[in-house]
């Protein structure tokens, strides 16, 4: 029979984690849901934009009444349950109506905190907590003239920004010295005052409200140093209290919330808890990115997955006030152990904090530009080390070298400025997709809109985006996320198993890692294709069908579905007799495009996918072998003619080019790994923007690494210096094992030293001998069973003919 | 590159007036993935899911016209090898939220013998 689940609260946390459950158990519960307020499931953090007229409340829905009718869950709107017996296991609403259930779910959210004070309850003092409270805000602005907003911290704030784009005059109650103390320094606090106040809001600060006047309605407030403000409308936002108390007349136990377990269970093993009514470890949670967390767990072990732990949230803050850019997080203060780096620019109206301990980011401060909170945040969470960027930290991560994207300000952009140029998809789509379909993560947004979801450098636009759409409450990607969505586990956690537990096929993997679905998908199947390649060199069988079809069919896919083929072209450099093949080959195969490449080789362009074992026949008879163009592997060794030639030139760096290039070829990496090789510091060979970059000097080779010039320009790393090619073999056969045995599948070597770091690459390579002997060794066996030419075993058309013929030539 | 590939496929005498007609063997598609068959409809794809059950598309994705049959065959989708729209095998309707559809033809398969029906 199936078991009944009573969802009490139809909130944001409730509803999410009914989402999360249908994903993975949909037909495991019947679901009856109960929520107090009349309205189906709504975006509660988008009440601010309501209020300042940006948005209507038609906009912010999240689930319409289809979605319950299509899940076939009951849903009983405007009743609000007065008791839970646990002993028969049933609610009952304040109606009378009853339910019965097998498991729980309390979702009771919170209650904005009343000021016990006279006056309390007289017409027009309202909360900012509900659809109703704005309604009741709205038509207070069409009547009257005079706003007072009790409470200066993040809600207050955006009701009083809503309220003057109302055409109100609005007046700010606050107990503290400066506003949002819990998020900002007295620094940025003051900035906000004044940036608030030249749009015309009033400040009381340090102020304690004594009384609310008025006879039915309310006429003004009255501080403790007796001044008296004219109100027409009182808004209390002094702050919000966990909603528990249906939970604690129920006999659960309570403390300032709900307390729940890591696997958000109450003392009550049928009744779970998610939102801000619970207790977790101590902590309460009022923003939304925590409570979406709690609810995948939490719906993990309602499906009866249980495996799934919550270890609370790191948050961070974001002000919805239109033009206002203000980012917080962490400790903010500083303190006993801690130094700060500070940038105060008043002229731009710019100031940013970071407050650091133990050589880690502990809080941030930003305010007037909060473009890098995303990363100081991620840096914070990660407990990322940052001597090696401390120097350029209080600048972003633009100035990391990771150029060419950076600096760029969502906000002030307009809604027909491009973000994603991949998919053409400009900013006023995203934001409306964002508000319209109640999408809260990178993730959601790749998928409804396209928008960063092929080369991905406008990622960062696009989580400004959600941030500065959501505020506070969007869901920040996760730095450890799951490898695809068929598994809870990261990259790293499948790659350990994968070693740790001897698994040397796919299928041993997913059973392993508890694959959820049968055969994987696009994503974890070329992943774990790879890893598994990587760790048992010679032993595992490539799985073909899991592979790309570029990989597959060893040559490059285009647009009409035709080929490209780059023959390997050693160092760049080739003679008359190679280039005769190759005239021939493409004046025999009729190829319409011949083009020569940025990495010094040569492209056949337009050959269809039957002729490609034929054309490799022909070019495999006069010497060459695959270029590997098409993969996840070493692609070329771009050289300069170095000391042979060239008058500047003091290294042979067209020999050393060859002969690295005889090393590494045919070796499989997590992403396309290009090497380069200048034979002087003119350094034609542009070997600074490669993965591996070898530039001559008169005593040796400089050997850098990192580099990029495609979708984010970065310069190399220098790694070291060494005196003979002998030493750049082994130093670049160590490098390059590293990067195959620890960078996640489809990571490039810019982005995996900017998060591993620099010294953690020089520790490996160059400080332990021993370590990068072993490495180098590691490298070269694999070497031994890769470095066999694709391209000759399948112009024999004994190897994967079926690729390459069709079923039928014609019925 | 029209969107939709619901054309009407022409009846081939090949097919006689059943419609069906041998697309192979079962072997000779390889698991998780695909073979072509050329007709004079155009290009077929037949592909074979892990489960061995067998599905025809049209060879085009409804998104810009990519090879169906080159990508890679997961479940009873298959992602498209241009730009990694997922179509659906038994339907040939896009994944959600992506939207398109293209054409998709009855098989059948008796012992080791794959039948198709392309009128």
């Known amino acids: ?303 009866a997955i249980g495996y799934a732990r919550y270890g609370g949230s790191v948050t961070s803050t974001k002000l919805k006030v239109t033009g206002i850019d203000l980012f917080s997080a962490g400790n903010y203060l500083g303190g006993e152990g801690c130094e700060e780096i500070v940038l105060k620019d008043p002229g731009r109206g710019v100031y940013k904090k970071i407050v650091l301990k133990d050589n880690r980011v502990q809080g941030a401060v930003l305010y007037g530009e909060t473009l890098d909170g995303a990363w100081y945040f991620d840096l914070m969470r990660d407990g990322t080390p940052i001597a090696d960027i401390r120097d350029a930290l209080l600048f972003g991560p633009a100035h990391l070298g990771d150029a060419g994207h950076g600096g760029r300000n969502v906000a002030a952009m307009n809604d027909a400025t491009e973000i994603c140029g991949c998919n053409g998809v400009c900013k006023g789509e995203i934001t409306r997709a964002i508000s319209a379909k109640g999408l809260f993560t990178l993730e959601e947004v790749r998928a409804h809109t396209k928008a960063s979801s092929s080369c991905g450098s406008c990622t960062g636009l696009v989580e400004q985006l959600l941030a500065t759409t959501l505020g506070s409450n969007y869901s920040q990607t996760p730095k450890e996320k799951p490898l695809c969505r068929c598994t809870d586990h990261t990259h790293d956690q499948v790659r350990a198993a994968i070693t740790a537990n001897s698994l040397k096929t796919m299928r041993a993997v997913m059973e392993h890692c508890q694959w959820r679905t049968p055969d994987g998908c696009p994503s974890c199947r070329p992943a774990l294709n790879y890893y598994l390649l990587c760790a048992w060199p010679g032993q595992y069988a490539d799985d073909a069908q899991s592979r790309f079809i570029n990989e597959r069919a060893h040559a490059n896919i285009q647009k009409d579905g035709t080929y490209s083929v780059v023959p390997r072209i050693w160092g760049g450099v080739t003679t008359p007799s190679e280039l005769r093949a190759i005239a021939e080959v493409a004046e025999k195969f009729a190829i319409p495009t011949v083009k020569l490449t940025g990495g010094q080789r040569i492209d056949l362009l337009g050959v269809k996918k039957e002729k490609l074992p034929a054309v490799w026949a022909d070019l495999s008879r006069a010497g060459f072998v695959s270029g590997h163009a098409y993969g996840k ?179 | 590159m029209s969107g939709k590939a619901a054309e009407k496929i022409i009846p081939l005498s090949a097919a006689g007036a059943s419609g069906w007609v041998v697309a192979g063997r079962l072997d000779e598609i390889p698991r998780a993935g695909a073979r072509v068959i050329h007709t004079a409809a155009g290009e077929i794809a037949l592909f074979r899911t892990v489960d061995d059950r067998v599905f025809a598309l049209r060879d085009r994705c409804p998104h810009q016209g990519g090879p169906l049959s080159q990508g890679i065959v997961y479940g009873h989708k298959v992602a498209c090898p241009l730009h990694n729209w997922s179509v659906a095998l038994d339907s040939g309707a896009a994944i959600a939220p992506d939207e398109g559809q293209t054409a998709c033809f009855p098989v059948r398969i008796e012992g080791d013998m794959v039948y198709l029906a392309i009128c």
Request: charged share 25%.
């Open chain 1, 1 to 303: 029979m199936t078991e009944k689940l009573v969802v009490v609260g139809n909130g944001m946390a409730g509803m999410r984690t009914v989402e999360e459950l249908l994903k993975l158990a949909p037909d495991k519960y019947a679901i009856t849901v109960f929520g107090a307020e009349p309205h189906v499931n709504y975006n509660r953090i988008l009440l601010s934009p309501v209020l300042a007229g940006e948005k209507q409340p038609d906009d912010i829905v999240l689930n319409g009444e289809a979605w319950y009718a299509e899940h076939g869950i009951s849903l009983h709107r405007g009743k609000k349950i007065e008791c839970i017996d646990r002993r028969e296991r049933t609610v009952t609403a304040t109606d009378g109506t009853m339910a019965r259930y097998d498991r729980l779910l309390v979702a009771t959210g919170s209650d904005p905190f009343i000021l016990p004070v006279p006056g309390k309850d007289l017409r027009g003092v309202v909360t900012f907590r509900d659809l109703a409270d704005v309604d009741a805000m709205l038509t207070a602005a069409k009547l009257f003239r005079h706003a007072v907003v009790i409470g200066g911290g993040l809600l207050g704030l955006e009701a009083a920004n809503g309220l003057l784009k109302q055409g109100m005059n609005v007046s700010v109650i606050h107990l503290g010295p400066t506003l949002m103390e819990r998020q900002l320094d007295d620094t940025a606090g003051n900035m906000l005052k004044q940036s608030l106040e030249s749009r015309g809001i009033r400040f009381f600060l340090e102020a304690k409200t004594m009384e609310i006047i008025g006879n039915q309605r309310v006429k003004g407030v009255r501080l403790a140093d007796d001044t008296e403000i004219t109100a027409d409308l009182v808004v209390m936002a002094v702050g919000i209290r966990p909603n528990f108390e249906l939970a604690r007349l129920a006999g659960i136990y309570c403390e300032h919330g709900i307390v729940v377990s890591d696997t958000l269970q109450t003392f009550d093993p049928r009744v779970y808890a998610v939102g801000e009514c619970v207790c977790h470890r101590g902590k309460n949670y009022g923003l939304v990115a925590p409570l979406f967390e709690q609810a995948r767990v939490c719906a993990n072990h309602l499906a």
């Open chain 1, 633 to 811: 592997a070493l692609r070329t060794v771009k050289t300069c003619v170095g000391s042979e030639w060239c008058r500047f030139g003091v290294q042979d760096s067209t020999g050393l080019g060859i002969a690295l290039e005889k090393m590494t070829w045919g070796t499989w990496t997590p992403h396309k790994t290009k090497l380069g090789v200048s034979g002087c510091p003119r350094n034609c060979a542009e070997a600074t923007i490669k993965d591996f970059g070898v530039v001559g000097v008169d005593s040796g080779w400089e050997l850098h690494v990192g580099g990029n010039g495609g979708v984010k320009v970065r310069a190399t790393d220098l790694l070291c210096k060494v005196h003979t090619d002998a030493d750049v073999k082994e130093y670049c056969g160590a490098y390059l094992q590293l990067y195959r045995e620890e960078a996640r599948y489809l990571e490039r070597t810019a982005p995996w030293i900017e998060r591993v770091g620099l010294s953690y690459v020089k520790q490996r390579i160059v400080e332990d001998g021993d370590g990068r002997k072993a490495l180098y060794r590691r490298f070269l066996e694999s070497q031994q069973h890769a470095q066999k030419d694709p391209w000759a075993e399948r112009a024999t058309g004994k190897i994967a003919q079926h690729e390459f013929t069709p079923l039928k030539a014609a019925v």
